[in-house]
C-alpha cells in the first residue's frame, strides 16, 4: 500500500502519545482511593491509534509503525538521559527536578520496553484475526477485546518488571491501572468509529490480513501482505 499523509498523521499520533506518557508518567494522581501515573490518561490512546492503524491498513503497517515507536522512545530516553548527566551550571538549581522527571533507572525502562512490544504486537494480532473472524462487522468488538489483551499483558509485564519486590508492588495495582486503560478504550469508541470510517472511506480500501506473516521482526519479508477488499 502507497504510504499516504493519512497514514503519517496517525503515526505521528501514535509516536506522540509514547513519548507523552514517558514525559508525564512520574506525576501520580488520585481518585478516590485509587492512585494511578498521568500517562493512564494519554497511554491508552496509543492503542487506540494503534487499533486504527491495523483495521484500516493492515498489520504489516501496524509492525513498522509499533517498532518505529519503540525507537523514538528509546531515541527519547537516550538523549534524556544525556541531557541528565551534563553539569548543570552553577545557577541552575532544577537538576533533582530534571531526575525526578526524566530520570530512568535501567528497571523500570527494560519493564517499559518490555511491555510495550508484546502489549502493541498482542493488541494488533488480536484485532487482524478478529476482523477476519467477524469478516469485518463488529467493529466495537474487536477494539475493546484486543486492547483488554493488549493492554493487559502490557499492564502485567510492566508492574511485575517494574515493581516486583517492591513496596511498591500489588496486584490491586495491575487491576487498577488495567480497568483505567480499558476504560479510556470503551469511551473512545464513538470516535474510533468515526475516525476509522473517514480513513476508509478516504484511502478507498478495506485490509484484511488474511496471507499476512504476523512474525514482529518480519519488517522485510517479501512475503507478507494483506488483502485488500
Known amino acids: 500500500m502507497k504510504i499516504s499523509f493519512r497514514l503519517l498523521v496517525i503515526a505521528a499520533l501514535f509516536v506522540t502519545c509514547l513519548l507523552t506518557a514517558n514525559i508525564i508518567g512520574s506525576k501520580v494522581f488520585s ?6 501515573p498521568a500517562a493512564v490518561i494519554v497511554f491508552p490512546f496509543s492503542y487506540i491509534f494503534g487499533d486504527i492503524l491495523t483495521e484500516v491498513y493492515g498489520y504489516k503497517q501496524a509492525r513498522k509503525i509499533i517498532w ?22 552553577a545557577f541552575w538549581n532544577n ?5 525526578a522527571i526524566l530520570g ?36 466495537w468488538s474487536r477494539t475493546i477485546g484486543s486492547t483488554i489483551i493488549g493492554e493487559g499483558l502490557d499492564t502485567v509485564i510492566f508492574i511485575f ?14 487491576f487498577n491501572h488495567w480497568v483505567a486503560k480499558v476504560g479510556i478504550e470503551v469511551l473512545a469508541t464513538p470516535v474510533t468509529y468515526k475516525v476509522v470510517n473517514y480513513l476508509k472511506k478516504s484511502e478507498g480500501a478495506e485490509m484484511y490480513d488474511i496471507r499476512t506473516n504476523f512474525n514482529p521482526m518480519a519488517l522485510r519479508d517479501k512475503r507478507a501482505g494483506s488483502d485488500a477488499k
Open 31 to 36: 481518585v478516590g482511593a485509587f492512585n494511578l
Open 68 to 89: 518505529l515507536g519503540f525507537l523514538c522512545n528509546l531515541l527519547f530516553v537516550f538523549f534524556a538521559s544525556m541531557g541528565q548527566l551534563l553539569p548543570p551550571a
Open 95 to 99: 537538576q533533582s527536578a530534571y531526575e
Open 161 to 174: 518488571g517494574a515493581f516486583y519486590g517492591t513496596p511498591v508492588f500489588a496486584l490491586v495495582l495491575i
Open 104 to 139: 530512568y533507572t535501567p528497571r523500570l525502562l527494560a519493564a517499559s520496553f518490555a511491555g510495550y512490544i508484546v502489549g502493541e504486537f498482542a493488541n494488533s494480532f488480536v484485532l487482524a484475526k478478529m476482523k477476519v473472524f467477524t469478516k469485518g462487522r463488529w467493529l
